[in-house]
């Protein structure tokens, strides 16, 4: 599975849109992106994920770029409780493993 | 989503010993799985727990100290054997679709504390 690279921290201001970056630079073309994050104390809670297209939710915006390289998730406005460890996963299709890194501690400021 | 339920969330255990901790779901998996946190860590797979069959392990993971057993398409438990201090972490069961590209959904967790 590739390898994916994401800022160990960042703030974000409530209210404000989250966007946190992920580099998979040695992605390979069956290769799925995923997004879990991880409120304190409990198991990680699925996001989103994508191919190539860019995918929208309820919860959340996966922009992945034409070489598929990186993407960005935006949380579009931020609220306390989005306050956790964001990990970016690429997962190869047919695969079942999931290949947790150090993730990004999103912090949301009052 | 599938509703998954651990149980002990948490339990603190005499060195020496082992502690069975389940995972239930509220529908038919395919996929189950097990996962180990170590304080200020990551997650990291330990194995997959297969329907009918013998569970596949991760490097570094061996069936004697983590016997598992699937007795159905909606259970499955984690023993953690003879415990050591070293084995004080979060355990999480996860659940996978039928579809490769279905994304997975985790439980709580199991805190686990050897004193």
């Known amino acids: 599975d590739a390898k994916t690279t994401q800022p160990p921290s960042m703030d974000c201001a409530e209210g404000r849109a989250a966007n946190l970056p992920c580099n998979h630079s040695?992605?390979?073309?069956?290769?799925?992106v995923y997004w879990y994050r991880q409120i304190h104390s409990q198991g990680p809670q699925y996001i989103i994920h994508?191919?190539?297209n860019n995918e929208t939710n309820e919860m959340a915006s996966l922009i992945i770029t034409e070489d598929r390289k990186s993407s960005t998730l935006i949380l579009p406005h931020a609220t306390l409780r989005d306050t956790a460890v964001y990990y970016c996963?690429?997962?190869?299709?047919?695969?079942?493993?999931?290949?947790f890194g150090k993730g990004t501690k999103l912090t949301v400021n009052p | 989503s599938a509703v998954i339920s651990q149980k002990p969330s948490r339990d603190i255990c005499q060195r020496g010993t082992s502690l069975t901790i389940q995972c239930q779901v509220d529908?038919?998996?395919?996929?189950m799985f097990w996962y180990r946190q170590q304080p200020g860590q990551s997650l990291t797979l330990i194995a997959t727990?297969?329907?009918?069959?013998?569970?596949?392990?991760e490097s570094g993971f061996v069936i004697d100290k983590f016997p598992i057993s699937r007795p159905n398409l909606t259970f499955s438990t984690l023993t953690v054997s003879n415990m050591s201090p070293e084995d004080s972490s979060i355990y999480l069961c996860?659940?996978?679709?039928?579809?490769?590209?279905?994304?997975?959904?985790f439980g709580d967790g199991t805190r686990l504390s050897i004193l």
């Open positions: 996860s659940v996978g679709g039928p579809y490769s590209n279905q994304p997975q959904h």
């Open positions: 996963i690429v997962k190869q299709g047919g695969s079942e493993k999931l290949v």
């Open positions: 040695t992605i390979s073309g069956n290769e799925y």
């Open positions: 529908s038919q998996v395919t996929m």
């Open positions: 994508g191919l190539k």
């Open positions: 727990a297969n329907q009918g069959s013998e569970a596949t392990y």
